[in-house]
């Protein structure tokens, strides 16, 4: 198996596979010439005792067209037959290294308390026991809702939703999901309450309308080049596409063109 790297390129000039270096990248690459998000890619990697990591940069030949056009065909099943994904969520660009010291933070201070509220369940007053932890960063409560550069990324949106199991390197903790728990450091234990990332509807109606919540969150983040708008969203179109077994037509569905328009 391999690790898929999730990551922002950034401004600067990342190392990259050619059709000029490519026979000398099939060799070797030499560790001290890869950005700090490569390196600790690979750190997590041979700490998960994984010995292949695939990067976008160094596994696609860049500047080849055709490479290119195979790999975008297939980008959703790279990160969904990865063992993990590894998501470099703080780290704006290849030279922001995301694993590092932990940032200074109250993290382990935090007040504990439990509540008793009553809810009418099947008509009956069942009791409820909700545990509370605040933890504080900068003045910023619930860390789960933290972002990062990444985030604003929008062929993320895809490899985070395709994943089978994610690693998510925030600047404040580490997060873990997978399709049957997620936790996180602030949190201290995983939790099997999970709603897979992408778990699809069989009800036609809600498909649709899950569909128009993607595309919003997807519409809000940026890409390098235009022309990926719609690859970037095809493998998460194609596993819609197996629910409602409509037309895709660049973003719409035909079933739904009439409400679109």
């Known amino acids: 198996g391999y690790v898929a790297l999730s990551h922002c390129w950034g401004s600067e000039q990342l190392i990259c596979t050619t059709s000029g270096n490519i026979q000398i990248h099939r060799e070797t690459i030499n560790y001290s010439t890869l950005p700090r998000t490569f390196q600790d890619a690979i750190t997590v990697a041979l700490k998960m005792d ?115 199991r994610l690693i998510r390197f925030t600047d404040t903790e580490v997060k873990w999901r997978c399709n049957t728990a997620a936790g996180c450091e602030c949190h201290g234990r995983l939790t099997t309450e999970v709603q897979k990332p992408l778990q699809i509807s069989n009800d036609k109606t809600t498909i649709f309308e899950q569909w128009r919540q993607v595309s919003i969150e997807f519409a809000g ?6 022309t990926d708008r719609l690859p970037a969203l095809a493998g998460i179109a194609s596993r819609f596409h197996a629910r409602l077994g409509s037309t895709y037509i660049a973003g719409l569905w035909q079933a739904e063109l009439p409400f679109n328009l």
């Open 50 to 164: 994984v010995a292949y990591l695939w990067i976008d940069s160094l596994c696609i030949v860049q500047g080849d067209k055709d490479d290119w056009a195979r790999h975008a065909e297939t980008m959703d099943k790279i990160y969904e037959n990865a063992l993990f994904v590894v998501a470099a969520t703080c780290s704006s660009g290849g030279s922001i290294p995301f694993l590092g010291p932990d940032v200074q933070s109250d993290r382990y201070t935090y007040r504990a308390t439990s509540l008793k509220i009553s809810t009418s369940i099947d008509a009956q007053q069942r009791p409820v026991v909700v545990a509370t932890r605040a933890r504080k960063f900068d003045g910023r409560l619930m860390p789960m809702f933290i972002s990062g550069p990444l985030e604003e990324r929008a062929w993320s949106c895809q490899e985070s939703y395709c994943a089978v």
């Open 221 to 226: 983040r940026s890409l390098t080049y235009n």
